[in-house]
Protein backbone atom coordinates (compact mmCIF):
# COMPACT_ATOMS: atom_id res chain seq x y z
CA UNK A 1 0.00 0.00 0.00
CA UNK A 2 1.36 3.44 -0.98
CA UNK A 3 1.67 5.89 2.09
CA UNK A 4 2.84 9.40 1.45
CA UNK A 5 3.35 10.73 5.54
CA UNK A 6 4.28 14.30 5.14
CA UNK A 7 5.72 16.34 8.21
CA UNK A 8 7.27 19.92 9.40
CA UNK A 9 4.39 21.76 8.88
CA UNK A 10 3.73 25.07 11.47
CA UNK A 11 3.33 28.80 12.39
CA UNK A 12 6.20 30.89 10.83
CA UNK A 13 6.96 34.54 10.31
CA UNK A 14 6.66 36.39 6.95
CA UNK A 15 10.50 35.97 5.52
CA UNK A 16 10.93 33.07 7.82
CA UNK A 17 12.11 29.35 6.17
CA UNK A 18 10.62 26.27 6.80
CA UNK A 19 11.32 22.77 5.72
CA UNK A 20 8.87 19.72 5.25
CA UNK A 21 9.45 16.53 4.32
CA UNK A 22 7.08 13.86 2.78
CA UNK A 23 8.08 9.48 4.32
CA UNK A 24 7.21 7.18 1.36
CA UNK A 25 6.22 3.68 1.29
CA UNK A 26 4.77 1.23 -0.31
CA UNK A 27 6.27 1.49 -3.39
CA UNK A 28 9.87 1.64 -5.49
CA UNK A 29 10.30 5.34 -4.44
CA UNK A 30 13.37 5.78 -6.86
CA UNK A 31 11.72 5.58 -9.77
CA UNK A 32 8.86 7.91 -9.58
CA UNK A 33 8.40 11.81 -9.87
CA UNK A 34 7.00 12.93 -7.20
CA UNK A 35 5.42 16.34 -6.40
CA UNK A 36 4.28 18.84 -4.22
CA UNK A 37 0.75 20.54 -4.41
CA UNK A 38 -0.94 22.96 -2.03
CA UNK A 39 -4.28 24.01 -1.42
CA UNK A 40 -4.63 27.57 0.85
CA UNK A 41 -7.48 27.14 3.51
CA UNK A 42 -11.41 27.46 0.84
CA UNK A 43 -9.20 27.58 -2.10
CA UNK A 44 -8.55 25.40 -5.06
CA UNK A 45 -5.45 23.17 -5.50
CA UNK A 46 -2.27 24.79 -6.65
CA UNK A 47 0.35 22.93 -8.28
CA UNK A 48 3.88 24.07 -6.71
CA UNK A 49 7.25 21.99 -7.68
CA UNK A 50 8.27 18.79 -9.06
CA UNK A 51 11.14 16.11 -9.16
CA UNK A 52 12.28 13.74 -11.21
CA UNK A 53 13.20 9.91 -10.25
CA UNK A 54 17.04 10.07 -10.06
CA UNK A 55 16.01 14.12 -8.95
CA UNK A 56 18.40 15.46 -11.48
CA UNK A 57 15.82 17.36 -13.00
CA UNK A 58 12.95 19.95 -11.27
CA UNK A 59 10.23 22.06 -11.80
CA UNK A 60 8.87 25.08 -10.00
CA UNK A 61 5.85 27.09 -10.16
CA UNK A 62 6.41 30.84 -10.66
CA UNK A 63 4.61 31.96 -7.83
CA UNK A 64 7.29 29.79 -5.95
CA UNK A 65 10.83 29.84 -7.90
CA UNK A 66 13.62 31.12 -6.13
CA UNK A 67 11.81 30.84 -3.07
CA UNK A 68 11.28 27.01 -2.86
CA UNK A 69 13.88 24.27 -3.58
CA UNK A 70 12.46 20.51 -4.25
CA UNK A 71 14.92 17.75 -3.43
CA UNK A 72 15.01 14.10 -2.60
CA UNK A 73 16.63 11.63 -0.71
CA UNK A 74 16.06 8.24 -2.78
CA UNK A 75 18.51 6.09 0.15
CA UNK A 76 15.69 7.46 2.80
CA UNK A 77 12.68 7.11 0.61
CA UNK A 78 12.04 10.75 1.13
CA UNK A 79 11.09 14.02 -0.42
CA UNK A 80 11.87 17.43 0.81
CA UNK A 81 10.42 21.32 -0.03
CA UNK A 82 12.52 23.84 1.41
CA UNK A 83 10.59 27.47 1.68
CA UNK A 84 12.30 30.57 1.93
CA UNK A 85 11.16 33.94 2.09
CA UNK A 86 7.96 32.71 2.90
CA UNK A 87 4.34 35.19 2.86
CA UNK A 88 1.57 34.97 3.88
CA UNK A 89 0.06 33.55 0.36
CA UNK A 90 1.96 30.94 1.16
CA UNK A 91 0.02 29.69 3.70
CA UNK A 92 -1.59 26.55 2.98
CA UNK A 93 -2.09 22.61 3.45
CA UNK A 94 1.14 20.78 1.44
CA UNK A 95 0.49 18.07 0.00
CA UNK A 96 2.94 15.34 -0.95
CA UNK A 97 2.10 13.58 -4.08
CA UNK A 98 3.13 10.50 -6.24
CA UNK A 99 3.13 11.19 -10.36
CA UNK A 100 2.00 7.60 -12.12
CA UNK A 101 5.73 7.78 -13.84
CA UNK A 102 7.90 10.31 -14.99
CA UNK A 103 6.96 14.07 -14.63
CA UNK A 104 3.70 14.88 -16.05
CA UNK A 105 0.20 16.16 -14.57
CA UNK A 106 -0.57 12.48 -13.77
CA UNK A 107 -0.65 12.22 -10.12
CA UNK A 108 -2.01 8.63 -9.07
CA UNK A 109 -1.16 9.03 -4.81
CA UNK A 110 -1.39 11.83 -1.91
CA UNK A 111 -0.40 12.26 1.46
CA UNK A 112 -2.63 14.12 3.77
CA UNK A 113 -0.76 16.91 3.73
CA UNK A 114 0.65 19.71 6.21
CA UNK A 115 -0.49 22.78 7.42
CA UNK A 116 2.25 25.86 6.97
CA UNK A 117 0.89 29.28 8.51
CA UNK A 118 2.64 32.61 7.77
CA UNK A 119 1.30 35.20 9.97
CA UNK A 120 3.29 37.71 12.37
CA UNK B 1 -1.88 30.47 -21.87
CA UNK B 2 -1.48 28.33 -18.78
CA UNK B 3 -5.04 28.63 -17.23
CA UNK B 4 -7.86 26.05 -17.24
CA UNK B 5 -11.63 27.01 -16.57
CA UNK B 6 -14.07 25.00 -15.14
CA UNK B 7 -17.47 25.80 -13.86
CA UNK B 8 -17.74 26.22 -10.07
CA UNK B 9 -20.43 24.60 -9.14
CA UNK B 10 -22.62 21.75 -11.24
CA UNK B 11 -25.84 19.78 -9.62
CA UNK B 12 -27.59 16.38 -10.75
CA UNK B 13 -29.82 14.37 -10.06
CA UNK B 14 -29.56 10.95 -8.18
CA UNK B 15 -28.95 8.66 -10.72
CA UNK B 16 -28.87 10.80 -13.60
CA UNK B 17 -25.60 11.71 -15.72
CA UNK B 18 -23.40 14.71 -15.40
CA UNK B 19 -20.38 16.31 -17.49
CA UNK B 20 -18.10 18.22 -15.85
CA UNK B 21 -15.59 20.45 -18.13
CA UNK B 22 -12.00 22.07 -17.95
CA UNK B 23 -11.32 24.63 -20.94
CA UNK B 24 -7.80 25.74 -21.88
CA UNK B 25 -5.23 26.30 -24.90
CA UNK B 26 -2.93 23.89 -23.11
CA UNK B 27 -5.57 20.84 -23.66
CA UNK B 28 -4.93 20.68 -27.27
CA UNK B 29 -1.39 19.12 -26.68
CA UNK B 30 -2.28 17.97 -23.49
CA UNK B 31 -4.25 15.37 -21.98
CA UNK B 32 -5.59 16.17 -18.45
CA UNK B 33 -6.52 14.26 -15.35
CA UNK B 34 -9.33 14.67 -12.90
CA UNK B 35 -9.23 14.57 -9.17
CA UNK B 36 -11.82 14.03 -6.63
CA UNK B 37 -11.49 15.78 -3.31
CA UNK B 38 -14.67 15.61 -0.79
CA UNK B 39 -14.32 17.82 3.05
CA UNK B 40 -11.08 17.52 5.11
CA UNK B 41 -9.79 14.61 2.43
CA UNK B 42 -6.94 14.43 0.32
CA UNK B 43 -7.55 14.57 -3.43
CA UNK B 44 -8.15 11.13 -5.55
CA UNK B 45 -6.86 10.31 -8.85
CA UNK B 46 -10.18 9.39 -11.10
CA UNK B 47 -9.39 9.64 -14.86
CA UNK B 48 -6.54 10.68 -16.92
CA UNK B 49 -4.99 10.29 -20.55
CA UNK B 50 -7.31 9.78 -23.11
CA UNK B 51 -10.06 7.70 -20.83
CA UNK B 52 -8.21 5.53 -18.44
CA UNK B 53 -9.56 4.64 -14.74
CA UNK B 54 -6.81 3.96 -11.90
CA UNK B 55 -7.57 0.54 -10.09
CA UNK B 56 -10.67 0.94 -7.63
CA UNK B 57 -12.45 3.79 -9.68
CA UNK B 58 -16.03 2.95 -10.54
CA UNK B 59 -17.08 2.27 -14.26
CA UNK B 60 -19.39 4.98 -13.91
CA UNK B 61 -16.95 7.83 -14.32
CA UNK B 62 -15.47 8.20 -17.94
CA UNK B 63 -13.52 10.99 -19.41
CA UNK B 64 -12.82 12.55 -23.07
CA UNK B 65 -11.30 15.59 -24.73
CA UNK B 66 -11.94 17.43 -28.01
CA UNK B 67 -10.02 20.40 -28.94
CA UNK B 68 -9.43 23.03 -26.15
CA UNK B 69 -11.92 21.12 -23.59
CA UNK B 70 -11.54 18.18 -21.15
CA UNK B 71 -14.59 16.46 -19.91
CA UNK B 72 -15.67 13.93 -16.61
CA UNK B 73 -18.69 12.42 -17.20
CA UNK B 74 -20.58 10.64 -14.21
CA UNK B 75 -23.25 8.21 -15.55
CA UNK B 76 -25.18 7.53 -12.93
CA UNK B 77 -24.26 10.12 -10.01
CA UNK B 78 -24.70 8.71 -6.52
CA UNK B 79 -24.67 10.57 -3.43
CA UNK B 80 -20.75 9.59 -2.37
CA UNK B 81 -19.81 11.27 -5.53
CA UNK B 82 -20.69 14.33 -4.21
CA UNK B 83 -17.59 16.32 -4.19
CA UNK B 84 -14.58 19.41 -5.63
CA UNK B 85 -13.59 18.02 -9.10
CA UNK B 86 -10.46 19.26 -10.40
CA UNK B 87 -8.71 19.16 -13.59
CA UNK B 88 -5.25 19.41 -14.40
CA UNK B 89 -2.68 19.71 -17.66
CA UNK B 90 0.42 20.76 -18.77
CA UNK B 91 0.87 24.33 -19.31
CA UNK B 92 1.64 25.59 -22.92
CA UNK B 93 5.60 25.24 -22.13
CA UNK B 94 4.96 21.72 -20.72
CA UNK B 95 7.18 22.60 -18.03
CA UNK B 96 4.65 23.51 -15.54
CA UNK B 97 1.38 21.61 -14.31
CA UNK B 98 -1.72 23.91 -14.09
CA UNK B 99 -4.96 23.17 -12.49
CA UNK B 100 -8.41 24.19 -12.89
CA UNK B 101 -10.26 26.09 -10.23
CA UNK B 102 -12.10 23.19 -9.30
CA UNK B 103 -16.17 22.47 -9.51
CA UNK B 104 -17.93 21.53 -6.94
CA UNK B 105 -20.75 18.79 -7.29
CA UNK B 106 -24.18 18.67 -5.80
CA UNK B 107 -25.81 15.23 -6.34
CA UNK B 108 -29.65 16.21 -4.94
Known amino acids: EVQLLESGGGLVQPGGSLRISCAAS????????MSWVRQAPGRGLEWVSAIGASGDSTYYADSVKSRFTISRDNSKNTLYLQLNSLRVEDTAVYYC?????????????WGQGTLVTVSS | SSELTQDPAVSVALGQTVRITCQGD??????ASWYQQKPGQAPVFVIYGKNNRPSGIPDRFSGSSSGNTASLTITGAQAEDEADYYCNSRDSTGNHVVFGGGTKLTVL
Open chain 2, 26 to 31: SLRSYY
Open chain 1, 97 to 109: AKNLASYSNYIDY
Open chain 1, 26 to 33: GFTFNIYA
